[in-house]
């Protein structure tokens, strides 16, 4: 979600105001630090990262800084007392305002903060996407209104808030007559996707699917990330309907005892997410399932674990996030007691990734020697020979190929096999 709106920001910035994206911070204009506040981890880091770009500003006043994302939703103003060389602070919804933060704080010479959640309106701002790639991410939804106790998210990114199907329609087929062959719908949980037809009827994230699959030149369609809660029966159907949709699904269940996915306030108990993956391999049997784990929630006994340690195994996840809970403030479960020692906590976090580690490569074993369609994505920085692609299972695949193979869906057979990394000859090319 990060990257994508990232890229947003670079495309205003290139639209708006003329400028080019630099690698080199004493070469720039403007610095924007896109950050993160699911983890503390993450927060932290911006204003380490924050302190690193003061000796620019001293040596060029010209210089413009600013701060997006959670982390800048959460502190808003806080950020420019904390630093106050930060010249803007705007959350994930006020993004496409940019220009005119930069224009304020030009004429100003004060800084701008713009933390407001301004529901859709963003969309209408951004310039028309432009295909970088065979793949592209294309945003569907906002916010997320499942106020899991945990999470930190409905707070920084507002209530979940779609966008019309005609927007999202657009915005596609602009992609696809570009060349791109591969989407990805993306939001913090895409099965909520409700968004307004033309008739004034809401619209489900199964429909859209099957019509964003009809479009010709889609090859393959993603989408990340999804809440098991709205795993509908319909969208189950659609599996079995579309064979355009991929392979693979990244569904976090985030713990495999009851007891803890009700205090987390999940909504499903770990027999109904099992119940999902059931009726999903009925349809879909090869499909690669992937998920998001939290370890260590406040009151997670060595018996709560161990059925997440049972969850992960009997679901046979290909890879997961994996993470030590965070307590982040404002959530109901930073009030929680947290008895559980942070050495357990670590232990537990090495047990489960051990498990998936041993199950992921059970899968590549059984990649060895088939041959996959593969999109081509981009070369390798030292040897521009060295590709990388991904199969339709979402794993990445290297092999050796031809610099015009980007953006192609080429076939290539895995010869060499790791847990998380493969490698494959090109066949025919
Ligand atoms: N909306 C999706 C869902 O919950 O099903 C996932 C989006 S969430 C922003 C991304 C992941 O971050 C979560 O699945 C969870 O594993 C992790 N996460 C969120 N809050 C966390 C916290 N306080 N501590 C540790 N991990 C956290």
């Known amino acids: 979600m990060n990257e994508y709106d990232s890229g947003k920001m670079a495309d205003v910035l290139r639209a708006y105001e003329g400028m080019e994206q630099t690698d080199a911070p004493e070469e720039a204009d403007v610095i924007l630090f896109n950050t993160c506040s699911v983890r503390e981890k993450a927060q932290e880091k911006v204003f380490s990262d924050l302190g690193r770009m003061r000796p620019l500003k001293m040596a060029n006043p010209n210089l413009l800084i600013g701060v997006g994302g959670c982390v800048a939703s959460q502190e808003g103003g806080t950020i420019v007392k904390r630093a106050p060389y930060v010249d803007m602070v705007f959350g994930p919804q006020t993004l496409h305002r940019l220009p005119q933060l930069l224009a304020a704080r030009r004429t100003s010479g004060q800084p701008q903060v713009d933390i407001s959640f301004p529901e859709i309106e963003k969309f209408d701002h ?67 996707w409700c968004g307004a037809m033309e008739d004034g009827e809401n619209g489900d994230f199964a429909f859209l699917v099957q019509a964003l699959a009809t479009l010709e030149g889609l090859q393959r369609l993603r989408f990340m990330t999804s809440h098991p809660k709205e795993m509908s029966s319909r969208l189950i159907a659609t599996y079995a309907s579309t064979p355009k949709l991929s392979s693979h699904l990244h569904l976090p269940v985030q713990s495999g005892s009851d007891r803890i996915l009700a205090a987390m306030k999940r909504g499903y108990t770990a027999l109904e997410y099992k119940s999902i993956i059931r009726k999903l391999r009925a349809v879909r049997p090869d499909i690669m399932l992937t998920s998001d784990f939290i370890i260590g929630f406040p009151g997670e006994t060595e018996r709560d674990f161990e059925a997440t340690l049972a969850l992960a195994a009997e679901v046979d996840f290909d890879a997961a996030y994996s993470f030590i809970y965070s307590p982040r403030p404002g959530t109901p479960a930073a009030n929680m007691p947290d008895e559980v020692p942070a050495e357990v906590k670590a232990e537990r976090l090495q047990r489960l990734q051990n498990r998936v580690t041993a199950q992921a490569q059970v899968h590549a074993q059984n990649l060895l020697g088939s041959v996959q369609k593969v999109l081509v994505e981009r070369a390798s920085r030292k040897d521009t020979q060295e590709w990388a692609g991904r199969l339709d299972n979402s794993r990445i695949v290297n092999f050796t190929g031809t610099p015009d193979m980007a953006g192609q869906m080429v076939d290539v057979k895995i010869t060499e096999v790791w847990a998380y990394t493969l490698r494959g000859e090109c066949v025919a090319c």
Not at 145 to 158: A, I, L, M
Not at 164 to 181: H, K, T
């Open 126 to 192: 951004l310039p028309q996407p432009q295909a970088t790639a065979g793949s592209a991410l294309v945003s569907i939804m906002e916010g997320c209104s499942k106020y899991c106790s945990f999470c930190v998210v409905p707070y920084t990114r507002g209530e979940e808030v779609s966008r019309p199907f005609v927007d999202v329609l657009r915005e596609v087929q602009s992609l696809l007559a570009q060349g791109v062959v591969e989407i990805t719908l993306l939001g913090q949980n895409v099965n909520a």
